[in-house]
């Protein structure tokens, strides 16, 4: 089946720091990632959507200058957090779009990245 | 827009107890439904899918069938185990965009 991975699974930082988050498809290309965030105990808030060689198109209220995402091959998307604050502090999950499926625009999970900031 | 509504939780079961985790959905079009299901410190995994309407998706003794009438893709299982304890998240998906809407989750914990 396709699979997504996420790196790193687990990261600390201090305040003031940046943080890349990796986005990969490992068996499949995919043109279209997405990128979600979760607070404890609470659903899952799509960031924006990470397209192969063009700008991210982000949802209203996420900054883009403060969540930079780059998706510069068909595998491999990148979430850059910058100057980190505790309040960045979550799961953020990604998942991808298999460009071979057809109807049910299926996306595939990534197991997910907890950022710590202190 | 789209939204999801899900049952709200917690939901705590004995085992061999039966399961229903309802849902509706509001969208235009026809979209993709979808259920997932999320473990402990874990990404989201799919656990079944329907494309239109009457369709059922079934996996690992879970099934929900996509109800237009009713705007509802109601999840259940006839006998939980303990391993099935986690977070449950029905969606649907805009053919046009893909984007994802989720409900909120709804946690189930079986007890032995």
């Known amino acids: 089946g396709a699979v997504v991975s996420q790196h790193p699974s687990r990261v600390i930082c201090k305040s003031g720091t940046s943080v890349k988050i990796e986005c990969r498809s490992l068996d499949f290309q995919a043109t279209t990632m997405f990128w979600y965030r979760q607070f404890p105990k609470k659903s899952l808030m799509l960031m924006a959507t990470s397209n192969e060689g063009s700008k991210a198109t982000y949802e209203q209220g996420v900054e883009k200058d403060k969540f930079l995402i780059n998706h510069a091959s068909l595998t491999l998307s990148t979430l850059t957090v910058t100057s980190a604050h505790p309040e960045d502090s979550s799961f953020y999950i990604c998942?991808?779009?298999?460009?071979?499926?057809?109807?049910?625009?299926?996306?595939?999970f990534g197991p997910g990245t907890r950022l710590t900031v202190l | 827009g789209n939204s999801v509504t899900q049952m709200e939780g917690p939901v705590t079961l004995s085992e061999e107890a039966f399961l229903t985790i309802n849902c509706t959905y509001t969208a235009t079009g026809y979209p993709s439904l979808f259920w997932y299901v999320q473990y402990p410190g874990e990404g989201l995994q799919l656990l079944l899918k329907a494309t239109k309407a009457d369709d059922k998706g079934s996996n690992k003794g879970f099934e929900a069938t996509y109800r237009k009438e009713t705007t509802s893709f109601h999840l259940e299982k006839g006998s939980v185990q303990v391993s099935d304890s986690a977070v449950y998240f029905c969606?649907?998906?805009?053919?046009?965009?893909?984007?994802?809407?989720f409900g909120e989750g709804t946690q189930l914990t079986v007890n032995p």
């Open positions: 998942s991808a779009r298999d460009d071979g499926t057809s109807v049910y625009n299926e996306q595939f």
């Open positions: 969606a649907l998906s805009d053919r046009v965009d893909s984007r994802l809407t």
